[in-house]
Protein backbone atom coordinates (compact mmCIF):
# COMPACT_ATOMS: atom_id res chain seq x y z
CA UNK A 1 0.00 0.00 0.00
CA UNK A 2 1.39 3.31 -1.02
CA UNK A 3 -0.55 6.89 0.06
CA UNK A 4 0.64 9.57 -1.74
CA UNK A 5 0.20 13.12 -1.01
CA UNK A 6 0.48 16.31 -3.40
CA UNK A 7 1.82 19.64 -2.34
CA UNK A 8 2.74 22.97 -3.94
CA UNK A 9 -0.28 24.13 -6.32
CA UNK A 10 -1.55 27.58 -5.83
CA UNK A 11 -2.06 30.89 -8.02
CA UNK A 12 0.31 32.13 -10.35
CA UNK A 13 0.74 34.49 -13.25
CA UNK A 14 1.43 33.49 -16.65
CA UNK A 15 4.84 33.02 -17.29
CA UNK A 16 5.75 32.09 -13.19
CA UNK A 17 6.63 28.72 -12.02
CA UNK A 18 5.65 26.09 -9.48
CA UNK A 19 7.07 23.32 -8.14
CA UNK A 20 5.14 20.28 -7.04
CA UNK A 21 5.56 17.71 -4.83
CA UNK A 22 4.03 14.14 -4.04
CA UNK A 23 5.49 12.90 -0.63
CA UNK A 24 4.96 8.36 -0.54
CA UNK A 25 4.78 7.06 2.33
CA UNK A 26 6.04 3.28 2.91
CA UNK A 27 9.50 1.82 2.81
CA UNK A 28 8.72 0.31 -1.04
CA UNK A 29 8.76 4.21 -2.63
CA UNK A 30 11.83 3.08 -4.98
CA UNK A 31 10.08 0.21 -6.50
CA UNK A 32 7.53 2.40 -7.58
CA UNK A 33 7.21 4.03 -10.60
CA UNK A 34 5.53 7.57 -10.80
CA UNK A 35 3.58 9.53 -12.61
CA UNK A 36 1.72 13.15 -12.83
CA UNK A 37 -1.68 14.01 -14.37
CA UNK A 38 -3.84 16.76 -14.57
CA UNK A 39 -7.21 17.33 -15.00
CA UNK A 40 -9.30 20.23 -16.12
CA UNK A 41 -12.79 21.36 -15.70
CA UNK A 42 -14.94 19.23 -18.19
CA UNK A 43 -11.57 17.41 -19.65
CA UNK A 44 -10.59 14.27 -19.32
CA UNK A 45 -7.41 13.38 -17.26
CA UNK A 46 -4.41 13.82 -19.38
CA UNK A 47 -0.74 12.31 -18.94
CA UNK A 48 1.45 14.95 -18.18
CA UNK A 49 4.99 13.15 -16.98
CA UNK A 50 6.12 9.88 -15.62
CA UNK A 51 9.51 8.59 -14.01
CA UNK A 52 10.93 5.14 -13.79
CA UNK A 53 11.74 3.71 -9.79
CA UNK A 54 15.38 4.65 -10.79
CA UNK A 55 14.47 7.94 -11.94
CA UNK A 56 17.02 7.12 -15.06
CA UNK A 57 13.99 7.68 -17.12
CA UNK A 58 11.69 10.51 -17.50
CA UNK A 59 8.82 10.95 -19.91
CA UNK A 60 7.01 14.36 -20.50
CA UNK A 61 4.24 15.37 -22.62
CA UNK A 62 4.75 16.75 -25.80
CA UNK A 63 2.74 19.74 -25.47
CA UNK A 64 4.97 20.39 -21.49
CA UNK A 65 7.96 19.48 -23.09
CA UNK A 66 11.04 22.35 -22.60
CA UNK A 67 8.55 23.23 -19.55
CA UNK A 68 7.76 20.80 -17.41
CA UNK A 69 10.61 18.39 -15.55
CA UNK A 70 9.76 15.68 -13.07
CA UNK A 71 12.25 14.13 -10.59
CA UNK A 72 12.49 12.13 -7.44
CA UNK A 73 14.40 11.40 -4.61
CA UNK A 74 14.00 8.41 -2.91
CA UNK A 75 15.42 9.02 0.10
CA UNK A 76 12.67 11.41 1.06
CA UNK A 77 10.10 9.31 -0.76
CA UNK A 78 9.36 12.20 -3.03
CA UNK A 79 8.30 13.09 -7.01
CA UNK A 80 8.69 16.82 -8.39
CA UNK A 81 6.82 18.16 -11.20
CA UNK A 82 9.19 21.74 -11.94
CA UNK A 83 6.44 23.81 -14.11
CA UNK A 84 8.11 27.10 -15.63
CA UNK A 85 6.69 29.11 -18.27
CA UNK A 86 2.94 28.32 -17.47
CA UNK A 87 0.16 29.17 -19.35
CA UNK A 88 -3.45 29.58 -18.14
CA UNK A 89 -4.03 26.49 -20.60
CA UNK A 90 -2.03 24.44 -17.46
CA UNK A 91 -4.86 25.09 -14.87
CA UNK A 92 -5.94 21.90 -13.87
CA UNK A 93 -6.13 19.72 -10.91
CA UNK A 94 -2.79 17.67 -10.54
CA UNK A 95 -2.27 14.13 -9.41
CA UNK A 96 0.66 12.10 -8.42
CA UNK A 97 -0.16 8.21 -8.66
CA UNK A 98 2.12 5.11 -8.57
CA UNK A 99 2.54 1.62 -10.03
CA UNK A 100 4.86 -1.00 -9.93
CA UNK A 101 6.69 -1.73 -13.25
CA UNK A 102 7.54 0.59 -15.81
CA UNK A 103 6.49 3.64 -16.32
CA UNK A 104 3.37 4.68 -18.05
CA UNK A 105 1.41 7.17 -20.21
CA UNK A 106 -1.92 5.76 -19.27
CA UNK A 107 -3.57 6.42 -16.32
CA UNK A 108 -5.69 3.06 -16.13
CA UNK A 109 -2.17 1.57 -15.07
CA UNK A 110 -1.38 3.21 -12.19
CA UNK A 111 -2.59 1.64 -8.82
CA UNK A 112 -2.24 4.56 -6.42
CA UNK A 113 -3.18 7.80 -5.89
CA UNK A 114 -2.97 11.11 -4.41
CA UNK A 115 -5.89 13.75 -3.20
CA UNK A 116 -4.77 16.07 -6.22
CA UNK A 117 -3.89 19.73 -5.93
CA UNK A 118 -4.99 22.70 -8.02
CA UNK A 119 -2.63 24.79 -10.15
CA UNK A 120 -4.57 28.01 -11.17
CA UNK A 121 -2.56 30.18 -14.08
CA UNK A 122 -3.81 33.85 -14.70
CA UNK A 123 -3.59 35.72 -17.69
Known amino acids: QVQLVESGGGLVQAGGSLRLACAAS????????MGWFRQAPGKEREFVAA????????YVADSMKGRFTISRDNAKNTVYLQMNSLKPEDTAVYYC????????????????WGQGTQVTVSS
Open 26 to 33: GRTFSTYA
Open 97 to 112: AARLGYSSSSYPEYEY
Open 51 to 58: ISWSGANT
